[in-house]
């Protein structure tokens, strides 16, 4: 167990079911969950579950829709910080708050299930120091009274129920989306409240992939890169391959961390464009002066 504490003390939740600790990998919790179990579906039937970049291109082929239909049909959007980052939230039943996916059998997506549904009840906390630049996992374990799972004679550590879970693939692949998120909230209010462009930017990379796949392929944007026609392909083979280069992207755009070559050709054609802008504003200033001169005639 590591020795940071989760400040819970101003928490909305009256009597919050998380563990105020953190943990490592080889802690072991007790718990197991299986169908013959008494609360069986309960967890499912009153979510507030978050989505992950993968949970959707997992979840969108799966159902075989593409992912703005997805998004359309079975999310909503929410802000992870005020005014910050976008996330999206699993939408629930209508007039309800039961997962559209829960079944009497069970979870009818179970092999494509989210990778907030295959934590629970371990929950992963990702953190990044000030003057290191790779984050930490750590864990947290959430006892909900209505959870029997806690209660089951079995031992795990939690590196143990994550590959259990098959959870270790999925964090891998949302990496580059954890540090992004960890660096926008580490970056604080110096770096201020992002544009309006800046966060549908954020939106389609990280959840609307087939939408950054016709965004990416524009002749215009691919012709500014210095990458290779090899290179190109490996980018565009898969979803994961497009998202992963897509998060790369959102840091070079956002936070100016050049890992993708720009070719010195679009390097002065935006000079080019800072000049010519620069010139409107300098005679949109010129004019603005001769005219707020007083006129002899005055
Ligand atoms: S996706 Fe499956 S496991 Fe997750 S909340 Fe819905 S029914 Fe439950
Ligand atoms: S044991 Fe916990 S995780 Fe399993 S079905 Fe019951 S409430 Fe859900």
Known sequence: MVDIKLNLDDSPAAANPVTPNLFEGDYKI????????????????????????????????????????????????????????????????????????????????????????RYYPVGLVSLRKQEEYTDQQSYALVEEAHCLGHQEDREITIDEYRKEQGVIEYDELDRGWRQLVLQKKSSGPAFGKPSKRSLQLFFMVCYDVDRF?????????????????????????????????GFRFLKQVLFGEQSIPIKQSAVDEREQQKIAKANIEAQKQAQYDVSSEPSELE
């Open 213 to 245: 796949r016709v965004f990416v392929t524009n002749e215009e944007l691919k012709n500014s890169f210095d990458l290779t026609e090899t290179e190109w392909q490996d980018i565009l083979a898969t979803d994961s391959t497009l998202i992963n280069f």
């Open 30 to 117: 007790k718990f197991r969950c299986h169908k013959e179990i008494a609360c069986f579906n309960a967890c499912c039937s009153n979510i507030d579950i978050a989505l992950t970049p993968h949970d959707v291109i997992r979840l969108k082929q799966h159902l075989g829709l593409s992912s703005g239909d997805f998004l359309r049909e079975y999310t909503y959007p929410y802000e992870m910080e005020q005014g910050g980052i976008a996330g999206i939230k699993y939408q629930p039943v209508e007039n309800g708050t039961a997962c559209r996916f829960m079944t009497d059998e069970g979870c009818s997506v179970y092999e494509h299930r989210p990778t907030a549904c």
